[in-house]
C-alpha cells in the first residue's frame, strides 16, 4: 500500500499519495482535479487573503480549476498560460519553465488575445502548489512581458522551503519527504 499524508485545508480533509521525485525525495501528490467541493473551499478560502486586483492568472493545467473557481466566486477574468503555442494564438509571448513534477523543461505561451487581457492590470497569480518557485517565476516573466503587473501570488499550499517565503499568500504547508 502507497504511502500517504493527511492534509487538513480549507476545513477539508484529504489524504495524498506519496510519490518519489528521485531516489532521496517523495512528495504527497495534490491534485484538485475532479475534486469540486475541495476547489470550491479553497476558492473561497484564497479569496479571502488576495488584496485588490482586476484578473486571475495561471498556468496549464492544474492552475486552472482554481483559476476558473476564484473567477467564478470573485466576478473577475482569468486567464491561462498554455503549455504548447495554439493556432489561434497571435503573435505568443513565451517564457521557459522547469517544474519539480515534470521532467523536462517546458514553455508558457500567451498569445495576444490574452495578453491583452492583462495588459496595464493588477494580476493576481494563482497555482496549487508553490515548491521551488520556478512555475511562479516564469508566469511572472510573463505576465511582465504582457505589460501586466502582478499585484499578489497565491497557492493553496506552500510545499518545501516556499512555506518560509513572505512573498506569497498560501492556506497550508506541504512537507517534502526526504529519504
Known sequence: MAETYTLNVAGLTRELTRYPVNDKLDIAAFIMFSDVELTVKVSEELLKKTDDFD?????????????????????????????????????????????????DEQMLHLGDENAAMIRGKKVLVVDDVISTGESLTAMEKLIEKAGGTVSQKCAVLAEGDAAERTDIVFLEKLPLFFK
Open 55 to 103: 484578473v486571475i492568472f495561471t498556468s496549464e493545467a492544474k492552475g486552472i480549476p482554481l483559476a476558473y473557481e476564484m473567477a467564478r466566486q470573485s466576478g473577475k477574468p482569468y486567464v491561462v498560460a498554455r503549455k504548447s503555442v495554439k493556432v489561434y494564438m497571435s503573435n505568443p509571448v513565451s517564457v521557459n519553465v522547469r517544474s519539480i513534477t515534470t521532467k
